[in-house]
T-cell receptor
């Protein structure tokens, strides 16, 4: 069975601090995909990144970066110089490569950035 | 840009009513999904569909049914609404190819349903 664990339920930081959101996953598939989504107070889930299991290169997009480590089954997300607009719930998700395997989501981490 | 729309942002219904939640996507996606989101439980999959007239049960299908008569539209039906179905309902779609579901899912804005 596939599983995603986001151990941090809530995180609060002061603006301009860096913050890392943890994601640990479990799967028996050799090919799989990992995702991060952001859910701002408006409610809509916004896609941030998709990474397949064969690509362990770290990804950087502006203030966002992702660290994928197969050895520890982790796909952590770091926000550098956090801003109030980063306040949201962030979800990590996992999908296997075989048919009929929809996304499995973690329970989310609520990030509050305080001005 | 992918656009997924849901018929209502907020909905209030009475126990026992039949409720229809509509979802439309405009990107010719094969796959569509319905989730509910509850505090502390995250997102849970109710039903999904890989093609017109096809449907698959997710993790929590009890009390729900779905309809996909056209590729762009996926409806979630609560046959007889109950108070424990008060929740946020999120629809998503992905490009898909056959029965694979590894493509990125794009979400609608959600419908917050209250059943009194």
């Amino acid at each position: 069975a596939q599983k995603v664990t986001q151990a941090q339920t809530e995180i609060s930081v002061v603006e301009k601090e860096d913050v890392t959101l943890d994601c640990v996953y479990e799967t028996r598939d050799t090919t799989y995909y990992l995702f991060w989504y952001k859910q701002p107070p408006s409610g809509e889930l916004v896609f941030l990144i998709r990474r397949n299991s064969f690509d362990e290169q770290n990804e950087i997009s502006g203030r966002y970066s992702w660290n994928f480590q197969k050895s520890t089954s982790s796909f952590n997300f770091t926000i550098t110089a956090s801003q109030v607009v980063d306040s949201a719930v962030y979800f990590c998700a996992l999908s296997g490569s075989s048919g009929n395997t929809p996304l499995v989501f973690g329970k989310g981490t609520r990030l509050s950035v305080i001005a | 840009d992918v656009k997924v729309t849901q018929s209502s942002r907020y909905l209030v219904k009475r126990t026992g009513e039949k409720v229809f939640l509509e979802c439309v996507q405009d990107m010719d996606h094969e796959n569509m999904f319905w989730y509910r989101q509850d505090p502390g439980l995250g997102l849970r999959l109710i039903y999904f569909s890989y093609d017109v007239k096809m449907k698959e049960k997710g993790d929590i299908p009890e009390g729900y049914s779905v309809s996909r008569e056209k590729k762009e539209r996926f409806s979630l039906i609560l046959e007889s609404a109950s108070t424990n179905q008060t929740s946020m309902y999120l629809c998503a779609s992905s490009l898909g190819s056959g029965q694979t579901s590894t493509d990125t899912q794009y979400f609608g804005p959600g419908t917050r349903l209250t059943v009194l």
